[in-house]
């Protein structure tokens, strides 16, 4: 499980919201609850879709895959 930092910001009656350490995670909700579930939802999306492409543009190759921990 990562962990990440979500940003929340209300614009009218809409949730906006991002992930700072992950370009193009970012959604909208009516609710606080909704922006975050979709937040969720957007986060696994792109990590999926990431990892499909890297295991593409390495195929037929030689490749080395490991998990990595970073503390930050």
């Given at each position: 499980m990562e962990k990440?930092?979500?940003v929340f910001q209300q614009e009218?009656?809409?949730?906006?919201?991002?992930?700072?350490?992950l370009p193009g995670a970012?959604?909208?909700g009516k609710s606080?609850?909704?922006?975050?579930?979709?937040?969720?939802?957007?986060?696994?999306l792109i990590i999926e879709a990431?990892?499909?492409l890297a295991r593409r543009a390495t195929q037929g190759r030689t490749v080395l895959r490991e998990e990595?921990?970073?503390a930050v």
């Open positions: 990440f930092t979500a009218g009656e809409w949730w906006m919201a991002y992930v700072e350490e970012n959604t909208q606080l609850d909704e922006a975050r579930e979709n937040l969720k939802e957007a986060i696994q990431n990892r499909e990595m921990v970073v």
